[in-house]
């Protein structure tokens, strides 16, 4: 079963034109949701950790906020360096593992 | 000063074959994991080791099997090479594997094409 489900696959975006990414989970006990972005050919790179519903967190143009199914990733006026597939992964209490979810793939035209 | 790093980038070989993929890092983290990537960029935990000790082992076929000579690497090495192994391996590291802190640090990858 699928526990982490990102929409949509594909985002394409003026720079400027402000958006969201929305990442949904199941699980019973969350531990920590995670924020990766991955640009082609590279290993992922950690953004954020948010823990509890209600948390926020900011870098530069992003902003993660999480509720108790589900976590956002707006990207406030974006630049063509913000182009990249954002994947959002989740730990679940008791485990050790993230599990990850198919990512979204953001490309921003200048 | 890479971080996480693996060898080799690229790997090309032929079915049947035996190969192995190296990882280290310097991060002084504890818990190192190995994922693999297919080509629908979907991101998936094969195993982790902590502290040289294998604490994830998802299903997958005993033909890959890791090894942790020490807690700053991890090894995958991969018996009898099928069309299907072909792929992006990732060698990721955390500081904990059960804390709280639990941010995985990616290497650059590992893409394996089997002919």
């Known amino acids: 079963e699928d526990q982490v489900t990102q929409s949509p696959e594909a985002l394409r975006l003026q720079e400027g034109e402000s958006s969201s990414l929305n990442c949904s989970y199941t699980v019973s006990g969350l531990r920590g949701l995670f924020w990766y972005r991955q640009d082609p050919g590279k290993g992922p790179e950690f953004l954020f950790t948010l823990y509890s519903a209600g948390e926020e967190k900011e870098k530069e143009r992003l902003k993660a906020t999480l509720t108790k199914k589900e976590s956002f990733l707006h990207i406030t006026a974006p630049k063509p360096e913000d182009s990249a597939t954002y994947l959002c992964a989740v730990r679940e209490a008791g485990d050790y593992k993230l599990s990850f979810g198919a990512g979204t793939t953001v490309t921003v035209r200048a | 000063d890479t971080a996480v790093s693996q060898t080799p980038k690229y790997l090309v070989t032929q079915m049947g074959n035996d190969k192995s993929i190296k990882c280290e890092q310097n991060?002084?983290?504890?818990?190192m994991y190995w994922y693999k990537q297919d080509s629908k960029k979907f991101l998936k935990i094969m195993f982790s080791?902590?502290?040289?000790?294998?604490?994830i082992n998802e299903t997958v076929p005993n033909r890959f099997s890791p090894k942790s000579p020490d807690k700053a690497h991890l090894n995958l090495h991969i018996n009898s090479l099928e069309l299907g192994d072909s792929a992006v391996y990732f060698c990721a590291s955390s500081q904990a594997a059960g804390g709280p802190d639990n941010e995985q640090f990616f290497g650059p990858g590992t893409r394996l094409t089997v002919l």
């Open positions: 080791y902590n502290n040289k000790e294998l604490i």
């Open positions: 991060l002084g983290h504890d818990t």
